[in-house]
């Protein structure tokens, strides 16, 4: 199992861009559902998601530069980078939709929040095909 485990992690390290771009319509449902009363389609939304994915990735790539000259540790470098993941969604939706600070926070983190959770769960499916794929090849 550890061998798996091993193998679903190299897999997630070499395949991350992928996974990222395979979880855009996700991050595009969760704006979507939460801001249905403005009566936008779905296509919409995956085009404002890519806009705040293309800022998040520029500004990701760019700070964990820095941080890599200056030597944080991992823990330090992933929390940076989701703060500022979801500093930059809240930014687009306060802009977008012309919302108050406050507002374009509180859209930003609880849209954040669904989709990773929602990337979390889909991850966590892929996980659970792996192993049983692995342990059906074993067996047999």
């Known amino acids: 199992m550890q061998k798996g485990f091993a193998g679903f992690n190299l897999f997630l390290r070499n395949y991350m861009n992928i996974i990222t771009f395979m979880a855009l319509p996700i991050y595009a449902f969760s704006g979507w559902v939460f801001n249905r009363k403005r009566k936008e389609n779905y296509a919409e939304h995956f085009t404002i998601l890519v806009f705040a994915m293309s800022q998040i990735n520029t500004i990701n790539a760019l700070v964990l530069l820095l ?10 470098t992933v929390s940076i980078s989701i703060a500022l993941s979801i500093f930059s969604f809240c930014i687009t939706y306060k802009q977008y939709y012309n919302l108050t600070w406050m507002a374009g926070l509180w859209k930003g983190i609880i849209i954040y929040i669904a989709s990773y959770m929602g990337q979390i769960l889909i991850m966590g499916m892929g996980l659970l095909i792996y192993i049983l794929l692995l342990k059906y090849h074993y067996l047999h």
């Open 67 to 76: 941080l890599i000259f200056l030597n944080i540790t991992t823990l330090g």
